[in-house]
């Protein structure tokens, strides 16, 4: 009873890792108090209030619970009352039957509210992990819905810290305070009106140590936040170098760098530890604190009592049972006090936690008013840039005043420089970003006019990094088409030379990819991102340096296969690889933003200018 | 508990902190006594003078105990947190000596956890057991003693209730600790989740598969929200019982206080400090079943850290270092090679080759034929399965294996770049190396020219795995951090891929003039890039090398390799030719 709450408090804190110091957003974290403390606490609560109506059971029993455990000691000190001293004899005398009724009712007092906070568990359990879950779901498809812009603009540990780390600590928080906040107020109201039925005086006296609980907890809690602020940035920092270390460690191997790494792990550490310690001694000081200002209190009220049942005074009418359950609820009522201090390091933490949350949700959804039905079935595949003019960062355009058309069915390839803009091209024809001028047209039609998910069904992308999921080989062709029969799967994987090496693995088809892939190749992670989006059947295609890491012949076959495929469709291609692109109807140069020269491979070679310096750059200086 | 040993350094901190815990559940245990004097031989009989005595002494028993559990709270703390620093160093330093295939087995994600949140979990256990594993047993058997000591009668009262409490906590720890491991488990899955949707959102939504994502989310999350409500449906039943049977005690306690005291056996004041000393007894029984609860939660942490700790390298150093003598650098013999744990054909079957000093080699071959795999081995990121490695006439098993990989500069298909600055990702390649080094590596590796681009140049700062470059440009950077180190050997693994040809061109001139003594081993897919090699590995479909040989040689001689300059020559072929 004594138990110090500073521990139990000191562990979700403890235990939750994450990243969210960097980016950013991690200077938010240092801020100390959040910036809109009411407003999200009331959109917090709207959250909760999905569940209203385990919201009011929750508080109607919470009503009862309190009730019925501030009766608990009056009924006590009344049963002891029963047994009475002669002063004059000493003798003892006990009244049973009314003990026995005493007893009784206590009895059933207990079993009620024991049931009564069997019932609080469960509906307070159900209140959080409801608001857990919505705020978890609605996070999630919030961040389905965002522009591509803002995954890339932000660290994705950054992101993931909110959805786990963040929603994780508001949940907590709200399954231990909305309850606790509730039955402490009602606990300090209910104990306050139960003692004062005994005696003012006795109150008052009990009330003398609580302004020294406020300040003690508040002023420790102070430093309690500070270095506990300082200890989730630190354990982010930990975090991001285990992370950033692991993920590279074929290179800090290759270069002997495992030392290093291990030094500058441990200063880490070594400063975590040293914020550590301070933040858990303050959180340490809290517990014998809070005993001491208890025994305190305790220690008043006795003495205070016993004096005054030695020498009564006229407005003071007290008897020794009476002593007893003033005692009883005068702990009754600090704890919740400690407790509401306590947590306010905590609550504030969570609050935090729930603006990140917010401000992701805050975020405008991708745009998509296109309202115009695209009949993807019947789309022949006709592009058009007309006077596009895009850029990443204001002020330094990719594209300027950009065409370019392309017939369908036609095969076109895009080549360049690094940093061109060939990949952004890509990127505006699918509106993973929006152009800032001019207009892209699909058969005509303005793209900004088709609703988003109609225009991307119609094109199938492969993307210069190769994303797969942890899941089988299956289900990531399937991922092209979910509804594709095995036939269908296999038939793909055929046309993009990938089922070779997968028939070669004992599992094949069901065989696991691992997270980092390294059961497979680069050239083979390529060869399934390809069969995927075969699969898929678009009506345009787009290869964005989709056969890097193939070998050409292996190149060759699939490009052979995917001849009597791609009829009738339109197909975009960039590679900076001659025999990748070599068969293309067109060949798009881009240089600077702009189209610089375009043809087919003769035409453009004849021609002698950028195509024919990139081409025969290729062979330069190896004919040696 | 293995993880014991890592409190040993502080044990002197270990045991004076539950000593100072004894000191202060002390003063707790004396506390009613003493009160129940002032009330009894005070209060009763009238002696002021008593009660302000015990009073005082009370008072400074309290701050004396408050002392102690201060102290008890900072040594704890000390202790604890320095197991947990050393841990966590150890851990790391442990991952960091782990062979490919082991973190590979262990994934990245995995790996942070153990390190972070599964330390942090045992380490607040070890706090915990510090400040409680005294504490609790301490009230309890303090309590009993008190209590018996007050009565007799009242052990008739404990003996019922304490056996139904340790029951109800036992029944219910042992349906829940499986549970445990469960929700980790789904918290993991939706974890996994989310990180694969933001990393791969471009696939998510080019697919347009944003409802089945969600679908596959909402799955994971609600699996999640069962599971843990599940957990804390058990959980919730614990505390009513034990607080209905520690209230029934309390009851039966008055009870039998009021039949003692009418026997004149016993003062209401004694009745009040028992059920004070019952209360604590029975506290503390619940304080022990929250203990098992974070304890059979922390011990499936402690089991992964052990997990980590107990994994000792595949592969190990050896202790030679020899010098770099006799013509032949790199040699291959009678290799085969299977990745550790897979059945099936081996990845590299019976190849042996011999890589003469200062010579460029390149390997090609078809998409997963074992390119990557055979040059794995030179560094022993994997040791051959059957066969050879040997450098300078030294099997590389036999190698120090920091002195066999200071010789190496190695260069990934995947460029791996850390949030530094330029300056200092180059620098990996060499600690100490000085600002003209670094550019004068740059420069070679066609670095230098976008670097000065950037504002603050040497110095711009890299954003998480290079997110802010493309391609193009980590390639180069990561190239320029191979060269940098100017190694004896250097390993191009198919590292210009995202390069434009113009680029590579200049690269491969300025490497072949900057290289002259290097033994470099290359891996490329265009003829262009290998053309120039010195000797061109073809390896088979089978994983074999048939061919090894300069490229006009390998024209006549080997058909695997005229089909691939076929597939990449056939039109136009005449115009390279002359160039």
């Known amino acids: ?624 | 508990m293995k993880l014991a040993k890592y409190l040993k350094p502080y044990w002197f901190l270990a045991i004076l902190s539950p000593l100072l815990m004894v000191g202060e559940v002390m003063v707790d245990l004396m506390q009613p006594k003493l009160m129940s004097r002032i009330v009894d031989e005070g209060v009763l009989k009238g002696d002021v003078g008593l009660i302000v005595r015990t009073g005082l002494l009370m008072l400074g028993l309290v701050i004396l105990g408050g002392a102690a559990g201060f102290l008890c709270a900072v040594t704890a703390t000390k202790a604890s947190q320095s197991f947990g620093h050393d841990l966590r160093c150890d851990a790391y330093s442990r991952v960091m000596g782990l062979s490919l295939e082991q973190t590979d087995d262990f994934t990245t994600g995995s790996l942070v956890t153990r390190l972070t949140n599964d330390i942090s979990m045992v380490q607040d256990l070890v706090s915990m057991i510090l400040r409680m594993f005294v504490r609790a047993p301490i009230f309890f058997v303090g309590g009993i003693i008190m209590a018996v000591s007050m009565n007799t009668s009242f052990a008739l009262a404990l003996v019922i209730a304490l056996p139904i409490q340790l029951i109800v906590i036992f029944f219910l720890l042992s349906k829940a600790s499986p549970l445990f491991g469960l929700v980790q488990k789904k918290l993991d899955r939706v974890n996994s989740v989310v990180q694969e949707n933001v990393s791969g959102m471009r696939v998510v939504k080019a697919y347009v598969r944003e409802d089945y994502e969600n679908s596959r989310f909402d799955r994971a999350n609600s699996e999640l929200r069962d599971t843990n409500l599940r957990v804390l449906k058990l959980m919730s039943i614990l505390n009513p019982i034990l607080m209905l049977v520690m209230n029934f005690t309390v009851v039966a306690i008055i009870l039998i206080g009021g039949y003692q005291a009418d026997a004149q056996a016993l003062h209401p004041g004694d009745i009040m400090a028992a059920v004070t000393y019952v209360t604590q007894i029975l506290f503390s029984v619940m304080m022990v079943s929250m203990m098992f609860n974070s304890i059979s939660r922390a011990s499936a942490s402690s089991k992964r850290i052990v997990e980590v700790l107990d994994s000792a390298p595949v592969i190990e150093s050896g202790k030679e270092v020899p010098a770099a003598t006799g013509d032949v650098c790199i040699e291959f013999s009678g290799v085969s090679f299977r990745y550790p744990g897979t059945a099936g054909l081996p990845v590299l079957s019976d190849i042996s080759l011999q890589v003469h000093r200062g010579e460029t080699v390149a390997v090609i071959g078809a998409t997963g034929c074992g390119k990557t795999s055979l040059v794995n081995l030179v560094p022993r990121f994997y040791d051959a399965t059957e066969g050879a490695v040997y450098v300078d006439g030294l099997n590389v098993k036999e190698w120090d294996l920091s002195a066999l990989r200071e010789k190496i500069s190695f260069v990934m298909q995947k460029s791996e770049l850390f949030s530094d600055t330029i300056a200092n990702n180059i620098r990996w390649g060499k600690a100490d190396a000085d600002d003209d080094e670094i550019r004068a590596a740059a420069e070679t590796a066609q670095a230098a020219s976008f670097i000065e681009g950037f504002s603050e140049k040497y110095e711009t700062f890299i954003a998480e795995k290079g997110a802010s470059l493309s391609g193009g440009q980590k390639q180069r950077m990561s190239i320029a951090r191979a060269l940098v180190r100017r190694p004896e050997i250097l390993i191009l693994d198919d590292c210009t891929s995202a390069l434009d040809l113009a680029t590579e061109a200049k690269l491969q001139a300025a490497l072949r003039e900057q290289l002259k003594d290097t033994t470099v081993i290359m891996i490329a897919q265009r003829i262009a890039s290998v053309r120039g090699a010195d000797r061109i590995a073809v390896i088979e479909k089978d994983g074999r090398i048939l061919h090894c040989a300069p490229h006009d040689e390998l024209m006549q001689i080997s058909a695997t390799y005229r089909d691939i300059y076929q597939s990449q020559m056939k039109e136009g072929g005449a115009g390279h030719e002359s160039a």
């Open chain 1, 1 to 624: 009873m004594n138990q110090p709450k500073g521990q139990q408090q000191n562990r979700p804190m403890a235990g939750n890792g994450g990243r969210g110091s960097g980016g950013p957003m991690g200077a938010r974290m240092n801020v100390q108090k959040p910036k809109h403390l009411w407003k999200t606490i009331r959109r917090l609560l709207q959250y909760i209030g999905g569940s209203r109506n385990i919201l009011f059971s929750l508080l109607l029993v919470m009503l009862f619970v309190t009730v019925l455990e501030l009766a608990g000691p009056a009924l006590q000190g009344a049963a002891i009352d029963t047994i009475t001293v002669d002063t004059a004899t000493g003798h003892i005398s006990v009244d049973f039957p009314k003990l026995w009724t005493l007893l009784g009712c206590m009895a059933g007092i207990f079993l009620c509210s024991s049931l009564m906070t069997y019932f609080q568990g469960l509906l307070a359990s159900k209140l959080s992990q409801n608001t857990v879950y919505t705020l978890r779901s609605d996070l999630f498809a919030k961040i389905t819905r965002l522009p591509i812009g803002y995954i890339d603009n932000h660290k994705h540990g950054d992101i993931m810290s909110r959805m786990t780390n963040d929603v994780e600590n508001v949940s907590n928080t709200i399954a231990q305070s909305v309850a606790s906040l509730f039955s402490s107020v009602l606990t300090v109201i209910g104990a306050m009106v139960m003692m004062l039925r005994y005696s003012w005086v006795m109150t008052l006296i009990a009330f003398i140590t609580i302004p020294l609980t406020m300040v003690v907890s508040t002023t420790l809690s102070k430093y309690m936040r500070k270095y506990f602020v300082a200890q989730q940035k630190l354990l982010g920092e930990l975090n991001g170098q285990v992370e950033e270390m692991v993920t590279g460690y074929k290179t800090v191997m290759a270069y002997g760098r495992e030392e290093e790494a291990v030094k500058r792990f441990e200063d880490a550490s070594r400063r975590l530890r040293h914020v550590s310690i301070r933040a858990r001694i303050w959180g340490g000081v809290m517990g014998p604190c809070m005993n001491i200002i208890g025994n305190l209190n305790y220690l008043l009220i006795a003495t205070c009592g016993g004096l005054f049942i030695i020498r009564p005074v006229a407005w003071v009418n007290i008897s020794l049972g009476n002593i007893q359950s003033i005692l009883q609820y005068s702990k009754k009522f600090s704890r919740p006090i400690n407790e509401i201090a306590n947590q306010y390091a905590q609550i504030l933490t969570a609050i935090a936690g729930a603006e990140r949350i917010f401000e992701i949700l805050d975020t405008p959804d991708e745009i998509d008013e296109g309202k115009e039905e695209l009949a993807v079935e019947k789309l022949k595949g006709n592009i058009d840039f007309r006077h596009v003019a895009f850029s990443y960062v204001e002020g330094e355009p990719v594209l300027r005043d950009f065409h370019l058309s392309v017939k369908a069915g036609q095969k076109i390839a895009i080549v360049g420089a690094t940093g061109s803009g060939k990949t952004t091209v890509v990127n505006l024809l699918t509106r993973f970003y929006e152009i800032d001028g001019g207009e892209i047209l699909l058969d005509g039609v303005d793209i900004r006019s088709v609703p988003k998910a109609d225009l991307r069904r119609s094109i199938g992308i492969v993307l210069q990094d190769t994303v797969l999921f942890s899941d089988s080989i299956r289900a990531n062709i399937k991922y092209g088409r979910l509804e594709a029969t095995d036939e269908e799967m296999r038939a793909a994987a055929d046309t993009a030379n990938a089922d070779i090496f997968i028939e070669r693995i004992p599992t094949a088809y069901e065989t696991q990819l691992a997270e980092s892939g390294s059961n497979l190749s680069q050239g083979q992670r390529q060869l399934l991102a390809i069969a995927r989006a075969v699969l898929a059947d678009p009506k345009i295609l787009i290869l964005d340096e989709a056969t890097s890491s193939v070998d050409t012949r292996t190149e060759m076959q699939i490009q052979q296969a995917m001849v009597s495929l791609m009829e009738n469709r339109t197909s975009l291609i960039i590679a900076h690889r001659l025999s990748t692109i070599r068969d293309a109807d067109v060949i798009i140069v881009l240089k600077g933003g702009v189209i610089c020269e375009s043809g087919s491979h003769e035409e453009l070679l004849s021609r002698g200018g950028e195509y024919a310096t990139l081409y025969r750059n290729q062979f330069a200086g190896i004919a040696t």
